[in-house]
């Protein structure tokens, strides 16, 4: 009997060896294994590429600067710099696709609107100022008017059974208040030597001089202007008894007393007028009065011996008469004789300040040699928008 003979799998004619396989896969596994490792390790370097190069960046902003150099390397402020200094426009005719920074877009008289840096300084210092324009409603326009559609009167109304024949009520009717703009300019010189001076700041100080004079011109004109050539200010247009009070004018409540307040209750007159104002206006309403007059209201006291007037109890809050804050803005009159020298009222639905955004400037060094003069301007108006939004309080006995 002759032995079987036994072979291996591998031996075996189309037998599969696992030995094969198995060593396939491994080399097929270590191959991937050996590329994801390749590309976290390049992935890393770009991470800590980028890091170093945040590094750099955050330390350079960090670094103190040592000059304006860096400031004067902005194309608009440059070239306005320059054009302040020598007259030199060709800087500005190079940015005039810069819409933002610059235009040189205006009527041929060798104006340019003021660079974005200076011309939000100018505006910050105006609406620091202790003018009405800090509580009255401000809207930028484009046109040379701005108008304010106010609804004034009342829908009719009546009661009516269900067969009844039913009347006709009476309609409202929609007032148009228009606000033109007037051109309010300023002309502040320097000397060609001092602008030749580089370390003066020519931009902070036309700046500076321009944001003085505005703010003194149209917080006047916001309270005492006639209208012509200028807004029209709040104390212009006629004032009435508030018991007689009709469109068009403004409401008055008498202190009681010729040039004073009541000697016996100089408070009655602050309480009569607050409430001589509408209910839906009190909540924003706010007291306009001078210095002097501040003086005088801040002694007064109530029946219990409270004083009426308390201070802000933060920095910029500003003092409260009764519960409202309170605007001292200079160019309110002074107490005398039928003077009308509080005013209160919301004056962001009672007076409405439109102006232009832009601002132009004139270099102009022939007019005042040695001298090179500035010339500013810049289109605003203002007038009354709503009439029952405001009460005065006038020194006198009726």
Same mark, same amino acid.
């Given at each position: 009997?002759?032995?079987?003979?036994?072979?291996?799998?591998?031996?075996?004619?189309?037998?599969?060896?696992?030995?094969?396989?198995?060593?396939?896969?491994?080399?097929?596994?270590?191959?991937?294994?050996?590329?994801?490792?390749?590309?976290?390790?390049?992935?890393?370097?770009?991470?800590?590429?980028?890091?170093?190069?945040?590094?750099?960046?955050?330390?350079?902003?960090?670094?103190?600067?040592?000059?304006?150099?860096?400031?004067?390397?902005?194309?608009?402020?440059?070239?306005?710099?320059?054009?302040?200094?020598?007259?030199?426009?060709?800087?500005?005719?190079?940015?005039?696709?810069?819409?933002?920074?610059?235009?040189?877009?205006?009527?041929?008289?060798?104006?340019?609107?003021?660079?974005?840096?200076?011309?939000?300084?100018?505006?910050?210092?105006?609406?620091?100022? /202790? =003018?009405?324009? $800090?509580? @009255?409603? %401000?809207?930028? &326009?484009? +046109?040379?008017?701005?108008?304010?559609?106010?609804?004034? *009167?009342?829908?009719?109304?009546?009661?009516?059974?269900?067969?009844?024949?039913?009347?006709?009520?009476?309609?409202?009717?929609?007032?148009?208040?228009?606000?033109?703009?007037?051109?309010?300019?300023?002309?502040?010189?320097?000397?060609?030597?001092?602008?030749?001076?580089?370390?003066?700041?020519?931009?902070?100080?036309?700046?500076?001089?321009?944001?003085?004079?505005?703010?003194?011109?149209?917080?006047?004109?916001?309270?005492?202007?006639?209208?012509?050539?200028?807004?029209?200010?709040?104390?212009?247009?006629?004032?009435?008894?508030?018991?007689?009070?009709?469109?068009?004018?403004?409401?008055?409540?008498?202190?009681?007393?010729?040039?004073?307040?009541? /000697? =016996?209750?100089? $408070?009655? @007159?602050? %309480?009569?007028? &607050?409430? +001589?104002?509408?209910?839906?206006?009190?909540?924003?309403? *706010?007291?306009?009065?001078?210095?002097?007059?501040?003086?005088?209201?801040?002694?007064?006291?109530?029946?219990?011996?409270?004083?009426?007037?308390?201070?802000?109890?933060?920095?910029?809050?500003?003092?409260?008469?009764?519960?409202?804050?309170?605007?001292?803005?200079?160019?309110?009159?002074?107490?005398?004789?039928?003077?009308?020298?509080?005013?209160?009222?919301?004056?962001?639905?009672?007076?409405?300040?439109?102006?232009?955004?832009?601002?132009?400037?004139?270099?102009?060094?022939?007019?005042?040699?040695?001298?090179?003069?500035?010339?500013?301007?810049?289109?605003?108006?203002?007038?009354?928008?709503?009439?029952?939004?405001?009460?005065?309080?006038?020194? /006198?006995?009726?």
């Amino acid at each position: 009997m002759q032995t079987p003979e036994f072979k291996s799998r591998a031996e075996v004619p189309g037998a599969r060896d696992p030995r094969g396989e198995v060593k396939a896969a491994l080399t097929g596994f270590l191959g991937e294994f050996a590329a994801f490792q390749s590309e976290i390790k390049s992935k890393l370097k770009e991470q800590e590429a980028q890091l170093a190069m945040l590094d750099r960046q955050s330390i350079a902003l960090s670094r103190p600067h040592l000059s304006r150099s860096a400031e004067a390397e902005i194309p608009h402020k440059k070239a306005f710099a320059a054009y302040l200094r020598t007259g030199d426009d060709d800087g500005l005719r190079g940015l005039a696709l810069e819409g933002k920074a610059m235009s040189s877009a205006v009527a041929a008289d060798g104006g340019y609107l003021i660079d974005p840096q200076t011309a939000a300084e100018i505006v910050g210092v105006l609406r620091s100022t /202790a =003018s009405i324009r $800090a509580i @009255a409603n %401000v809207v930028s &326009v484009e +046109a040379s008017a701005f108008d304010v559609l106010v609804d004034h *009167t009342e829908a009719g109304a009546g009661w009516a059974t269900e067969t009844a024949e039913r009347t006709e009520t009476g309609t409202p009717q929609v007032d148009r208040i228009s606000i033109p703009l007037h051109e309010l300019s300023a002309l502040p010189k320097a000397s060609q030597r001092l602008l030749d001076d580089s370390a003066f700041d020519v931009e902070g100080w036309l700046a500076q001089r321009i944001a003085d004079k505005f703010s003194r011109a149209e917080a006047q004109a916001f309270l005492n202007g006639d209208g012509v050539d200028k807004p029209t200010g709040v104390l212009n247009y006629p004032k009435v008894d508030n018991d007689l009070w009709a469109w068009g004018s403004l409401g008055y409540v008498p202190t009681g007393a010729d040039g004073d307040f009541l /000697a =016996s209750d100089p $408070a009655d @007159a602050i %309480v009569d007028l &607050v409430y +001589a104002l509408g209910a839906r206006y009190r909540a924003n309403a *706010t007291f306009v009065m001078n210095s002097k007059t501040a003086g005088a209201v801040r002694k007064m006291k109530d029946a219990d011996g409270r004083f009426l007037w308390s201070d802000g109890l933060a920095a910029a809050e500003p003092a409260r008469l009764m519960g409202y804050p309170v605007l001292i803005a200079e160019d309110m009159p002074d107490i005398a004789p039928d003077a009308y020298a509080i005013a209160f009222g919301d004056f962001r639905a009672g007076y409405t300040v439109a102006e232009r955004p832009d601002l132009r400037i004139l270099r102009d060094p022939f007019s005042a040699k040695p001298h090179v003069l500035f010339y500013a301007t810049k289109r605003i108006g203002g007038d009354v928008s709503d009439f029952a939004a405001i009460k005065l309080l006038r020194f /006198a006995v009726a």
